[in-house]
Nanobody, 122 residues
Framework: QVQLVESGGGLVQAGGSLRLSCAAS????????MGWFRQAPGKEREFVAA???????YYADSVKDRFTISRDNAKNTVYLQMNSLKPEDTAVYYC????????????????WGQGAQVTVSS
């Protein structure tokens, strides 16, 4: 019922920047907290960042001070601005809708986007 469409992935050199976008369907977007996760081949899916209904943010230690999550409720869109990118940031990035539970756990989220590939070269 809820659909998330991601865009903005690509290839960038270490130290560069990318911005991911995630557009959500429906007129109740402002009622949900949203999160970003990432998964590299052969690795577990890990928490990146989350933003609550009021705009408060939470980040994984690995991306703190480099990534910024934001939302535009008028456009039903959540963003992930990624600066000072490192090769270890290479992964498929997923946006997701928070339901309940531990904020950093994949099981706390219900709906997921299709994923956006981010590749950082050294």
């Amino acid at each position: 019922q809820v659909q998330l469409v991601e865009s903005g992935g690509g290839l960038v050199q270490a130290g560069g920047s990318l911005r991911l976008s995630c557009a959500a369907s429906g007129r109740t977007f402002s009622n949900y907290a949203m999160g970003w996760f990432r998964q590299a081949p052969g690795k577990e899916r890990e928490f990146v960042a989350a933003i609550n209904r009021s705009g408060g943010t939470y980040y994984a230690d690995s991306v703190k001070d480099r990534f910024t999550i934001s939302r535009d409720n008028a456009k039903n869109t959540v963003y992930l601005q990624m600066n000072s990118l490192k090769p270890e940031d290479t992964a498929v990035y997923y946006c997701a809708v928070y339901e309940r539970g531990v904020l950093t756990s994949t099981t706390a989220y219900t709906y997921w986007g299709q994923g956006a590939q981010v590749t950082v070269s050294s």
